[in-house]
T-cell receptor, first 113, second 110 residues
Framework: KAGVTQTPRYLIKTRGQQVTLSCSPI?????VSWYQQTPGQGLQFLFE???????NKGNFPGRFSGRQFSNSRSEMNVSTLELGDSALYLC????????????FGPGTRLTVT | QQPVQSPQAVILREGEDAVINCSSS?????VHWYRQKHGEAPVFLMI?????EQKGHEKISASFNEKKQQSSLYLTASQLSYSGTYFC???????????FGQGTRLTINP
């Protein structure tokens, strides 16, 4: 079956702009989690959506938001970009979250200048 | 709270064994292990659940000590393809989310 897809793969934005990233999970998976990966901080949990509802949220400012659609596709939005937002953003899909294995997408590499 | 992994990095020769540890201060329901190769996404290796159930896809083994909230990943007779960064992700009871450790970089040399 098709894997997790993320678009775009690379993005360059300027400070103050906003950005929207997209994630299409594996068919049948209802949970989508988002992570920020940086060399210094590792994999940091942003939020998790299940059946269109945000079920969990990490310790990120309100500039980071997300949503999930009825087909389980998910988007995350970052407003008022800062230099420190430069990172690899990974989404992972899972059948139901929690104790089910997560399948990661290839990520979106965001560079903020 | 982020689990602590040890060691942070290890270098082995092909055929040697490796153990990677993951420790949490929280009561855990499950521990997940993933491997990430440079420039690629993390790939699922194994889940260990409270109560002893273990689910995995590769010929590796792991343990989960529920009393100590510690897990260890065992890589025996390592192959060059085992190189990468290994992450443990921990789930607290009812949390429905994973918190990942900082990763352990494993390098296998011929």
């Amino acid at each position: 079956k098709a894997g997790v897809t993320q678009t775009p793969r690379y993005l360059i934005k300027t400070r103050g702009q906003q950005v929207t990233l997209s994630c299409s999970p594996i068919s049948g998976h209802r949970s989508v989690s988002w992570y920020q990966q940086t060399p210094g901080q590792g994999l940091q949990f942003l939020f998790e959506y299940f059946s269109e509802t945000q079920r969990n949220k990490g310790n990120f400012p309100g500039r980071f938001s997300g949503r999930q659609f009825s087909n389980s596709r998910s988007e995350m939005n970052v407003s008022t970009l800062e230099l420190g937002d430069s990172a690899l953003y990974l989404c992972a899909s899972s059948y139901s979250g929690g104790a089910y294995e997560q399948y990661f997408g290839p990520g979106t590499r965001l560079t903020v200048t | 709270q982020q689990p602590v992994q040890s060691p942070q990095a290890v270098i082995l020769r092909e055929g040697e064994d490796a153990v990677i540890n993951c420790s949490s201060s929280k009561a855990l329901y499950s521990v997940h292990w993933y491997r990430q190769k440079h420039g690629e996404a993390p790939v699922f290796l194994m889940i260990l659940l409270k109560g002893g159930e273990q689910k995995g896809h590769e010929k590796i083994s792991a343990s989960f000590n529920e009393k100590k909230q510690q897990s260890s990943l065992y890589l025996t007779a390592s192959q060059l393809s085992y190189s990468g960064t290994y992450f443990c992700g921990t789930e607290e009871q009812g949390a429905q989310k994973l918190v990942f450790g900082q990763g352990t970089r494993l390098t296998i040399n011929p």
